[in-house]
């Protein structure tokens, strides 16, 4: 057997081997000279399927030949950075066949070297990668998307979070600033409260004096508005639906749009189309939200998404404004009719009687606890202190009801039990919706001392102190209103006040806690009357208060009777330097608060009261006159002087008027700057005034 070596192929066998497979393969080759220009020496037939363009076609053209208007320039430059710096790379670039149609071409370029390295020739390798590019593009633009649409939901959610606290002056200002530029590259909030006016927080718009003078001046120096079409004014009364579109540089407008078109102009936004979104509730629109989109195009500019978050936002703005609307809608019932039956307290001659009521924080201000202090005779006082179950409109109405019959039947000089006995054969007739208790006490002047006769109907004793004896009037007692006392009917208790003593009548809301009950409750109030630090029934008012409802949980009505001890000085016990009253908002507790003041200075050894009661008498005037709502007065001891503080529910503050012919009034607030300096903050829903005065007589006031 003859072993024999396989032949090698010669070189030009390999050379045509190698031509062969360069034909055959399926990736374009080019191979270019290294002259100036790059000119194609030599193109495979994978490049001709690819581009369309042939050898002949192609042969001493540079490779730009593939490049279009849609060629990326960055990516040309980064081949021809490579070129000049002799070194290989790889881009992809958009490029362009010999029939105009476009693929995405992954180009990489390898320099061929000389035996002593110089460059002769480029080689080229061209892959289409068209559909790998738009399996990539195609899966940015879904991620894209679902950013956009995670985003827009958080913007959504932080919109709904921000709306938790309708009570944020700026709410609609930090909602619009959520959407810029996210969203629009301008946005701005007006709702409807009276005229479209700008607004930042959602409340609704309570519009000052200073305010509507403004207005009024504007109104009357301007020019008449052009009348023109209104398509913010459609929008709000629902005729068109929304958005609507306008153009900021156009004339002639209606007031709505103009309004509009005012606010975009100085938010100092690009002259672009505005767009103009409704603010829906539940009845009606409520106000627009105003948007200027990115770029010129207007709506245009807004893909469904945009239009999706903006749609949720205004809804959400909606219902939120249409709540805030509605409670304060339902605040303002309640207010009217908590005024219309807000407790009472006529002047008493030679009593001293404090009286306070405070309905629960947590019920919309309206409570079924009231009271009444009623000069029957010269020497005859009637006290009714009651409570009627609940803390809703139908609570307030019922204790209207009953309120009445009782203020009307305590007029009689008769014995409260006989007086009782009529208003439960009247109420059995009225079927009053809601149960009741109240005590009723009439104080008859017997010389120095005072008779108390009382009947309770299912009420919590009152309680007298002399000193440090306490007693509690457990006496004349009976069911719940409407229920008499059986054949006997109703039991009178009697009682007999020395000067020096203090009755107190109360509710439940003063001595009730969660972590107390009433027999508790009971023993802490009789434990502060015996250990009270003042003789004032206004100082007895305010430890009752600071010791035992600082933080109520119900409402709280408490009268509070001093029978005067000449021989007593009323400064000769130490109690709290502060004092508060709740005053109805009617004329007479104006000369309530001067008596008031000049007892507390009395009561504190503050001498020259006279400023101090002037001063008082113009901020519940004031209060009085421009607020609503009952009016709280509290009284501080500084060390240096008085704290005098008045507080109503009508937010808009007090302003001084510089006086001019024909105006009357309007001067309250320059006198109390005379006498002392002032100041107010927002309370509540309201406003609190505050004015700090060192109390001198009027004619050292008048010398300053």
């Not at 490579?82 to 490029?95: D, F, K, P, Q, S």
């Not at 066949?97 to 071409?105: E, L, M, S």
């Not at 004896?469 to 009976?478: F, I, K, M, N, S």
Request: charged residues 25%.
């Amino acid at each position: 057997m003859v072993n024999s070596r396989p032949v090698p192929p010669s070189r030009a066998s390999l050379v045509e081997v190698r031509n062969r497979a360069l034909q055959a393969t399926d990736v374009s080759f080019v191979i270019t000279d290294a002259a100036p220009g790059g000119p194609i020496m030599w193109v495979n037939d994978a490049f001709v399927r690819t581009t369309g363009w042939t050898l002949d076609e192609v042969r001493g053209r540079n490779p730009d030949v593939l490049h279009g208007p849609g060629t990326d320039p960055a990516a040309s430059a980064e081949l021809g950075r490579a070129v000049r710096e002799r070194r290989g790379a790889t881009v992809t670039l958009l490029n362009y066949r010999k029939d105009g149609t476009t693929f995405w071409n992954q180009v990489t370029i390898t320099p061929v070297r000389d035996a002593a390295g110089g460059v002769v020739q480029w080689v080229g390798v061209q892959v289409d990668v068209t559909a790998q590019v738009r399996r990539d593009d195609q899966q940015r633009r879904s991620i894209a998307v679902e950013r956009r649409v995670r985003n827009g939901l958080q913007l959504v959610a932080q919109v709904s979070e921000l709306l938790s606290d309708v009570d944020n002056p700026t709410l609609l200002r930090e909602i619009a600033r959520l959407l810029c530029p996210e969203v629009v590259a301008w946005a701005g909030f007006l709702l409807d409260d009276g005229g479209l006016r700008a607004a930042e927080g959602i409340g609704v718009h309570h519009e000052s004096g200073a305010e509507q003078r403004r207005e009024a001046a504007h109104r009357a120096g301007r020019r008449p508005e052009p009348a023109g079409p209104d398509p913010v004014a459609d929008l709000l009364a629902g005729r068109v639906e929304g958005p609507v579109e306008i153009d900021p540089r156009a004339d002639a407008l209606g007031p709505a749009t103009c309004a509009v078109v005012t606010q975009v102009r100085r938010g100092g936004t690009p002259p672009y189309p505005v767009l103009v979104h409704a603010v829906p509730g539940r009845s009606r629109n409520l106000g627009v939200l105003v948007t200027v989109p990115h770029g010129p195009g207007g709506a245009a500019e807004l893909d469904e998404h945009d239009r999706t978050v903006l749609h949720l936002v205004v809804r959400r703005v909606g219902m939120a404004a249409d709540n805030v609307r509605l409670y304060a809608r339902e605040h303002r019932l309640a207010e009217t009719l908590q005024r219309a039956m807000l407790p009472e307290q006529a002047h008493v001659h030679d009593l001293d009687v404090w009286s306070y009521y405070a309905p629960s924080a947590g019920h919309a201000q309206v409570g079924g606890d009231w009271f009444d202090v009623l000069q029957v005779q010269d020497d005859l006082v009637a006290l009714v202190i009651g409570d009627v179950v609940g803390h809703d409109v139908e609570a307030a109405a019922a204790m209207g009801q009953l309120r009445s019959v009782v203020r009307a039947y305590a007029h009689d000089p008769a014995d409260p039990g006989d007086v009782l006995n009529r208003v439960d054969q009247l109420v059995a007739g009225m079927r009053v919706p809601r149960s009741a208790s109240l005590v009723l006490a009439t104080l008859e002047r017997r010389a120095e001392r005072w008779l108390l006769r009382y009947s309770r109907a299912g009420h919590l004793p009152p309680v007298v102190a002399r000193g440090r004896e306490v007693t509690r009037l457990d006496g004349g007692a009976g069911p719940m209103v409407g229920f008499g006392g059986g054949e006997a009917g109703r039991a009178t208790g009697t009682h007999l006040l020395e000067p020096g003593d203090l009755l107190v009548l109360y509710t439940d809301g003063l001595i009730e806690r969660r972590d107390r009950g009433l027999r508790e409750g009971i023993a802490a109030l009789e434990a502060v009357a015996r250990d009270v630090g003042t003789q004032d029934a206004a100082g007895v008012g305010e430890e009752l208060l600071l010791r035992l409802a600082d933080q109520p949980e119900d409402d709280v009505a408490v009268v509070v009777v001093r029978v005067p001890d000449p021989q007593a000085d009323p400064r000769s016990l130490t109690s709290p330097r502060r004092r508060r009253w709740s005053l109805p908002s009617e004329p007479g507790s104006i000369a309530r608060a001067r008596h008031a003041v000049v007892r507390t200075c009395e009561t504190w050894g503050i001498p020259g009261a006279q400023s101090a009661e002037l001063v008082v008498s113009e901020m519940v005037a004031n209060a009085v006159m421009h607020g609503w709502g009952h009016v709280v007065l509290r009284l501080f001891d500084t060390g240096e002087g008085l704290r005098i503080e008045v507080e109503d529910s009508n937010p808009v503050p007090p302003v001084t008027t510089d006086g001019h012919p024909g105006r009357v009034g309007g001067y309250g607030m320059r006198i109390v700057e005379r006498l002392g300096e002032w100041g107010w903050r927002p309370a509540g829903s309201g406003k609190l005034v505050w004015a700090r005065v060192r109390p001198q007589p009027i004619s050292a006031a008048r010398d300053r």
